[in-house]
C-alpha cells in the first residue's frame, strides 16, 4: 500500500512503522489489536506525524473507531488517524457488475463484520460473502506461497469463498499482504471474476482527502523522504519488505 501512496502522492514525507515483532494481528483479540495499534499510532504521534493511515486491515476494523472516538478525543486537534475499510467499501459497491461481492481477509477482519457493515450502508444492492484465510499471512511471509502446499492452501480458500456464492464477479482482498498473491488468486479464478488490490483505491482516496482537507495537507510536511522503524530485528523486516517493494530498504529498529 506504501507504494500506492508514493505513486499517487510522491511530494509527502512518508514514515512507515511496522509492528513486526508482534504480527501477524489477524488472529488477536479486539482489546490487544487495540492496546497494539494504539502503541504504534502514539509513537508515530511523538516523531511529529500529523496524518496516520492504519494500512492493517485487522487494526481498521478492531481499533480505529476507539482510537478515534475516545483514545484521541480530546487529544491534538490537529492530529488524524484514518483506515483503509471505510475508502475500500466506497469503491468496490460499484466495481461489481451483479452485486455479488466476495471479501478475503484475515480472521480478525473478516469476523469483525466491518466491511459487511459498511457496504450495507454504502452499497444496499450489494451482497456481501465473506471468508478468513488464517494461512495466508503466514504463506506469504515464509514465501511460501509458491508452493504446491501453499498454493493448495489459497486455492481451498477461495473455493469456499465461491461455494458460498457461485455468481461472486467481484473479489476484494482485504489484507495489505494479499497483493502480493493477486495474480496467483487471478489465475485461478480466471477472467469472469475481478480480483481487486484496495491500495490503489485507498491512495485515490487518500489524494482526494487531503485535497478537501486543505488545514490537513498544509500540516504535512513535502520532502519526497520515505524512512522505515520497526519492532522486529531491522535485517529481517529489510529481507521481509523485498517482497513488497522490489527494491532494497534500510530500516530502524525501535521499541515503544
Known amino acids: 500500500m506504501l507504494q500506492e501512496f508514493i505513486r499517487v502522492l510522491p511530494e509527502y514525507d512518508y514514515l512507515y512503522l511496522g509492528d513486526n515483532a508482534r504480527a501477524p494481528y489477524g488472529n488477536r483479540s479486539f482489546d490487544v489489536v487495540h492496546e497494539f495499534t494504539l502503541e504504534a499510532v502514539n509513537y508515530l504521534k511523538n516523531q511529529g506525524c500529523k496524518l496516520v493511515i492504519l494500512a492493517c486491515n485487522t487494526s481498521s476494523a478492531k481499533a480505529l473507531r476507539t482510537i478515534q472516538q475516545i483514545d484521541l478525543a480530546h487529544s491534538d486537534a490537529n492530529f488524524r488517524v484514518l483506515g483503509v475499510i471505510r475508502p475500500s467499501t ?24 466491518s466491511y459487511k457493515i459498511e457496504l450495507e450502508k454504502l452499497s444496499p444492492s450489494s451482497r456481501i460473502f465473506q471468508h478468513a484465510c488464517p494461512m495466508w ?6 514465501n511460501q506461497h509458491h508452493t504446491e502446499l501453499g498454493k493448495k492452501i489459497i486455492q481451498n480458500d477461495i473455493k469456499v469463498l465461491l461455494s458460498k456464492e457461485p455468481s461472486i464477479d467481484t473479489i476484494l482482498l ?23 488490490s484496495q491500495g490503489p483505491i485507498v491512495a485515490d482516496k487518500l ?41 532494497s530498504v534500510k530500516a530502524e529498529q525501535i521499541k515503544f
Open 137 to 142: 499471512v503466514p504463506l506469504i511471509e515464509s
Open 90 to 113: 466506497e469503491t468496490i459497491g460499484a466495481l461489481s457488475k451483479n452485486n455479488s461481492i466476495g471479501i478475503l481477509g484475515t480472521p480478525g477482519t473478516i469476523h469483525s463484520e
Open 174 to 196: 482485504a489484507c495489505t499482504h494479499y497483493p502480493l498473491i493477486l495474480q496467483q488468486i487471478q489465475d485461478f479464478v480466471g477472467p469472469s471474476i475481478s480480483v481487486i
Open 207 to 247: 489524494k482526494d482527502y487531503l485535497s478537501r482537507n486543505e488545514f490537513m495537507q498544509n500540516q504535512i510536511s513535502r520532502g519526497a523522504s520515505c524512512s522505515f522503524l520497526t519492532t522486529e530485528n531491522s535485517v529481517v523486516f529489510q529481507e521481509a519488505a523485498m517482497q513488497f517493494l522490489a527494491h
